[in-house]
């Protein structure tokens, strides 16, 4: 009997300690969380546009979370070219509405890093364009870029 009244009482206490999740709790829908594969970029610089992204042989991945972005870029070749090619980096990023702002705290080009960088962000289905200008007045950089990518997951 004891054994049955305890077991009770370890059930209640169990189930009483759950969290209930209440309407407050849920996040609302982040179209931006998952992985993206970037299919084109371009670069704008004074009037000349140049599409950069993706070469031949190389692609670039763009993940999210609820707060931290990561990108990846490598070749397709696994190194095994005269140029090995892998490029990544990573921060934090806020997005309200249409308004998408990047805190690249890591990359591999270490004169990026600790910059703040301002998008616009549309959505349509599976598709993200993202554009805005990346400036770094110590490196020369000023132009206008658009990347679109196509969510993986």
Excluded at 20 to 28: A, L, N, R, Y
Excluded at 79 to 89: I, Y
Excluded at 94 to 109: I, V
């Amino acid at each position: 009997m004891k054994v049955k009244f305890c077991l009770l009482i370890s059930l209640i206490v169990a189930t009483s300690c759950r969290q209930k999740e209440t309407k407050s709790d849920k996040k609302p829908d982040q179209p931006l969380i998952g992985s993206w594969h970037l299919i084109s970029s371009k670069s704008i610089t004074k009037g000349d546009t140049t599409v950069t992204t993706p070469p031949k042989d190389q692609e670039m991945v763009k993940i999210f979370n609820g707060t931290d972005f990561a990108f990846f870029t490598h070749d397709l070749k696994k190194g095994k070219v005269d140029k090995p090619v892998f490029d990544s980096g990573s921060g934090t990023y806020t997005l309200q509405g249409n308004n998408y702002s990047e805190h690249l705290a890591y990359c591999n080009y270490r004169d990026w890093e600790n910059r703040d960088f301002k998008f616009t962000v549309q959505f349509k289905n599976d598709t993200l364009v993202q554009t805005g200008i990346e400036k770094i007045d110590s490196l020369k950089i000023d132009h206008e870029i658009i990347e679109t990518y196509v969510k993986m997951r």
